[in-house]
T-cell receptor, first 110, second 110 residues
Framework: RKEVEQDPGPFNVPEGATVAFNCTYS??????FFWYRQDCRKEPKLLMS???SGNEDGRFTAQLNRASQYISLLIRDSKLSDSATYLC???????????FGPGTRLSVLP | NAGVTQTPKFQVLKTGQSMTLQCAQD?????MYWYRQDPGMGLRLIYY???????DKGEVPNGYNVSRLNKREFSLRLESAAPSQTSVYFC?????????FGPGTRLTVT
């Protein structure tokens, strides 16, 4: 089993839609969790950290379920500019190794 | 603040040639990383350095060497390039939790 798995995608949604991405991780001792976005041919950029209580940043909401080892990202009112690949990232229990999921590609269509 | 910088942005090598990819960060981060990303695949860790003077192998270290020259700089060397090393190389740095990436080096080995 891969350490971090994500919905394979791609997701093609119309502008204004709500879309949710799922991620599971295998190391139960993992300590920190993140969502990054990566535009085509660019570097990954931090979108948001994921806290145990869940957190929201504008149209983006992240949830963490430690018992199920599951992380989610919800995007409301999708914009064309949200089109990108979304990477789920888990920091291991030693606090050194960031493990990246394969990414889920999102295309928001006009 | 430049963040994480990488040079060069693009490079074409012939099989057997050597080169060094340079990375520098100005965020006073202790940890630095080198990843490669192949088309349609996630980021794979080549080497990382938890602090000045230390380096450790990641998932795919074969064919590479690294040097943590000082706290700011972390270089990646290909001693004898092979076509299998054609990829996009990203350097990243991390303080306590979040990682920040450089713009990448696109390397082609012919």
């Amino acid at each position: 089993r891969k350490e971090v798995e994500q919905d394979p995608g791609p997701f093609n949604v119309p502008e204004g839609a709500t879309v949710a991405f799922n991620c599971t991780y295998s190391n139960s001792a993992s300590q920190s969790f993140f969502w990054y976005r990566q535009d085509c041919r660019k570097e990954p950029k931090l979108l948001m950290s994921v806290y145990s209580s869940g957190n929201e940043d504008g149209r983006f909401t992240a949830q963490l379920n430690r018992a199920s080892q599951y992380i989610s990202l919800l995007i409301r009112d999708s914009k064309l500019s949200d089109s990108a690949t979304y990477l789920c990232v888990v920091l291991d229990n030693y606090g050194q190794n960031f493990v990246f999921g394969p990414g889920t590609r999102l295309s928001v269509l006009p | 603040n430049a963040g994480v910088t990488q040079t060069p942005k693009f490079q074409v090598l012939k099989t057997g040639q050597s080169m060094t990819l340079q990375c520098a960060q100005d965020m006073n981060h202790n940890s630095m990383y080198w990843y490669r990303q192949d088309p349609g695949m996630g980021l794979r860790l080549i080497y990382y350095s938890a602090s000045e003077g230390t380096t450790d192998k990641g998932e795919v270290p074969n064919g590479y060497n690294v040097s943590r020259l000082n706290k700011r700089e972390f270089s990646l060397r290909l001693e004898s390039a092979a076509p299998s090393q054609t990829s996009v190389y990203f350097c990243a740095s991390s303080g306590y939790y979040e990682q920040y990436f450089g713009p990448g080096t696109r390397l082609t080995v012919t």
